[in-house]
């Protein structure tokens, strides 16, 4: 089945710096990649997703990247903010399914 | 509609009880899907339906868990004879078919003693 791999696991920047979070995955049918946001306590949400046919797609300080080729993904954060502190999961559906498979998450502490 | 809503959102038990989780997914929203997130990792698959029809269940689910969604609009996790490596966030996510986008709930929590 789908196998979803993220690096690292924590990431620690300081404010204004960008921060980078990769993730690969195995099913090379899979075509659609979100990225969601969980602060402590909180439910997932998304923050930005693509899918197969763009390689690039951006939003704000957000952008996110795909390699079909190599079959990876990446999370882009700009400008980063106290307030982009959380931890990121990626995702993947595998085989064109309607289930997400979710990598381990990304703990990002931004530092004032 | 508020988004997913989720019932009870902590739950604690005895090792060997039954417990219910409820959820009510966006009103529009044809797909639902239960996660379950320990601390540290990310949400892992369980199951999920289309209408009142279940698509996929999880290889690793056990057979002490059972969902229902009987008439495609709310769903139900039950999860028999409890154990303590039950304990975790129970989530519910629903979406529509057309952009796969998921918007999850709050989540329950399960803590088996």
């Known amino acids: 089945g789908e196998n979803v791999e993220q690096h690292p696991s924590t990431l620690s920047v300081q404010e204004g710096d960008s921060a980078v979070i990769k993730c690969t995955y195995s099913?090379?049918?899979?075509?659609?990649f979100p990225w969601y946001k969980q602060e402590l306590g909180k439910r997932p949400q998304l923050i930005i997703d693509?899918?197969?046919?763009?390689g690039e797609k951006k939003d704000q300080r957000i952008a996110v990247t795909l390699n079909k080729t190599a079959k990876h993904f990446s999370l882009h954060i700009t400008e980063t903010q106290p307030e982009d502190s959380a931890v990121y999961f990626c995702?993947?559906?595998?085989?064109?399914?309607?289930?997400?498979?979710f990598g381990q998450g990304t703990t990002l502490q931004v530092k004032p | 509609d508020t988004g997913v809503s989720q019932d009870p959102r902590h739950k604690i038990t005895k090792r060997g009880q039954n417990v219910t989780f409820r959820c009510d997914p966006i009103?529009?929203?044809?797909?639902l899907y239960w996660y379950r997130q320990t601390l540290g990792q990310g949400p892992e698959f369980l199951t999920y339906?289309?209408?009142?029809?279940?698509?996929?269940k999880s290889r690793l689910l056990s057979d002490r868990f059972s969902a229902e969604r009987p008439k495609g609009s709310f769903s139900t996790l039950e999860i028999q004879r409890t154990e303590q490596g039950d304990s975790a966030m129970y989530l519910c996510?629903?979406?529509?078919?057309?952009?796969?986008?998921?918007?999850f709930g709050e989540g329950s929590r399960l803590t088996v003693l």
């Open positions: 995702a993947a559906n595998p085989s064109n399914t309607g289930k997400l498979i």
């Open positions: 099913d090379s049918a899979s075509n659609y």
């Open positions: 693509i899918r197969s046919n763009v």
């Open positions: 009103s529009e929203h044809n797909r």
């Open positions: 996510a629903s979406s529509l078919v057309e952009t796969g986008e998921l918007f």
């Open positions: 339906f289309q209408n009142e029809a279940q698509l996929e």
